[in-house]
């Protein structure tokens, strides 16, 4: 099969595998762990903080985060198709009571007036805002990178109105190798940055959380309210080792096969994509509807997704009419083609 459901997919490289065997251990409860100690120092370096905790998924460091950042009460403004309101289970709300005060835009990127529109002023009779969720590279707008420039300007606004920033940056080392500069960079107007090792980075488990000391103090507590204090975790810590330090470099090639992904599928009459719009590793298409004469009940995007995978090939499909196909360290050029084949074989049927 191939897989180009989503970078999550990987399997742990076969360094990985030997360093997770190999890994010093001890009790990360009791701070005890010297390559989990390791792996924080690294992160922590490579973003420029003071600080970082391994945490077992992108979705704890964030919300770690929005927990440390709000109160009870309290909005958190971010893009309306944003990972942290769409996908992690209403956890802002369940966990810590907030509420997202989402903003359309046309292409994945606020303007820092509508921002600056967004905070609630400060009067007794209006919910507080209090923090300024950011995705960089932004998962369901195509992989979409956002640039320094940008980031600090919207930053900026929230700093000015005593609103805290938290960076999803799940992938933000692909943002960093599209835009030609460093996670570092990406993050500096950020109080808070959680990246993943889980994607395109190609560990099996973790993302790390990353901000000053403080901030991290107060994680490592919030961590073991959401059950997520881990033991003998070095092994685990050891692939995310590996995952920076090796698989980082490497990321322009998976931009470059999208982009070989994208000229094919562009090509097909019935796909509409503008190959402009793919700049990272995530291809998010959608098929004309006026090519799909309805059938059966089920949706152009599932009836492609069902073709695709009787030919060996899977990919997801978003509502009736998008689909997303995204390369990582298992797809190689033949893959591509493969897939491309079989897109065209799929839609000629
Ligand atoms: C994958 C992802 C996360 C975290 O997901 P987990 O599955 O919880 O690790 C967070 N934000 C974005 C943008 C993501 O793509």
Known sequence: MIDLRSDTVTRPTPAM????????????????????????????????REAAIFVPTGTMGNQIAVHLHTRHGSEVIIEARGHIFNFEMGAMAALSGTLPRPIATPAGVMEPAQVEAAINPKVSYRTPTRLLCLENTHNLWSGLPMTAERTRA???????????????????????????????????????????????LAAPVGSMLVGDTDFIVEARRVRKVFGGGMRQVGVLAAAGLVALTEMVDRLPEDHARARRLTEGLAELP?????????QTNIVVFRLRPEHFPSRDGLAPAGRFVAGMKELGVLCGAFGGFEVRMVTHYEIDDGAIESALAAARATLAA
């Open 270 to 278: 019935a796909i509409d994509l503008d190959p402009t719009s793919v």
């Open 154 to 200: 919207l930053a900026a606004v929230a700093h000015r109105q005593a609103l805290k920033v938290h960076l999803d940056g799940a992938r933000i080392h692909n943002a960093a190798a599209a835009l030609g500069t460093t996670a570092k960079e990406l993050a500096r107007d950020c109080d808070s940055v959680m990246f993943c090792l889980s994607k395109g």
């Open 17 to 48: 595998r030997r360093a997770m065997a190999d890994a010093e251990v001890g009790d990360d409860v009791y701070g005890e762990d010297p390559t989990v100690a390791r792996l924080e120092a690294l992160a922590a370096e490579r973003l420029g």
